[in-house]
C-alpha cells in the first residue's frame, strides 16, 4: 500500500468500521467459514497460501478473521455476504449526505463533520477482489435467477477494484454526495 493509500485509510476509517461491521453481520448470518489467526501467523502467510480467502478484521485483538468466500455454498449467501455491505454502506454514506447538504448550503458551522463521515462510510462501499471474484464464480455455476442481478453488480465492482489507482472510490463518494444535494435541490429548495 503506498502512503497516499494508508493516509486516505486512516482518514476514512469509519468507512472501513462500518464496512466490517456490516460484512461481519453478514458473515454470521449465513455461517461463512472463517478461520482466526493471530497477527505473527498472518503475516507468514504469502497472498498463495491465503488462495482466495480475504483477512478482515477481528473484533478482538487476538488476531485477524480469515473469511473464506470461496467456501459459502449456496448462492443466496455469497450474494449477501458480498453485496449487502455495498448496499448498505451507500444507504448509510447518502443518508448523512443528505443530512449534510442543509448545513453546508445554510452554512452551518460543523458541516465538515457530515460530509466527512459520508465521504468516509461512501468510500469503502465497494467488495474487494476476492469476494467479488467468489461471486462471479458462483453466478457462473448457479441456476439461480439471483444470477441475472449478481453479473452487473460484480461487472461494476471489477471495474471499480481494477481502478482503484485512480481513486474511483472516492469519485464513487462524491457520486453519492451530489445525488444527495441534487434530490434535496429538488425537495428542499
Known amino acids: ?29 449465513y455461517s461463512v467459514p472463517v478461520a482466526r489467526l493471530d497477527g505473527d501467523a498472518l503475516e507468514e502467510l504469502d497472498d498463495e497460501e491465503l488462495d482466495g480467502r480475504d483477512a478482515e478484521p ?64 461512501g468510500s469503502h462501499t465497494f467488495p474487494n477482489t476476492v469476494a467479488t471474484d467468489a461471486l462471479w464464480e458462483q453466478s457462473r455455476a448457479t441456476s439461480s435467477p439471483l444470477k441475472f442481478v449478481g453479473y452487473p453488480l460484480v461487472a461494476v465492482s471489477k471495474v471499480v477494484n481494477l481502478l482503484r489507482f485512480l481513486w474511483i472510490d472516492l469519485v464513487y463518494a462524491v457520486g453519492l454526495y451530489l445525488a444527495a444535494r441534487s434530490l434535496l435541490g429538488v425537495v428542499v429548495f
Open 1 to 29: 500500500m503506498s502512503l497516499a493509500g494508508l493516509v486516505f485509510n486512516l482518514v476514512t476509517f469509519p468507512g472501513i468500521v462500518l464496512n466490517g461491521i456490516v460484512q461481519d453481520y453478514y458473515v454470521r448470518k
Open 58 to 121: 477481528a473484533s478482538d485483538e487476538s488476531g485477524e478473521v480469515v473469511v473464506d468466500f470461496y467456501g459459502i455454498d449456496d448462492y443466496r449467501s455469497t450474494f449477501a455476504v458480498t453485496l449487502m455491505p455495498f448496499f448498505a454502506c451507500s444507504a448509510v454514506a447518502f443518508a448523512v449526505f443528505a443530512l449534510s447538504v442543509p448545513l453546508i448550503e445554510g452554512d452551518v458551522p460543523f458541516w465538515w463533520l457530515l460530509a466527512w463521515l459520508g465521504g468516509a462510510v
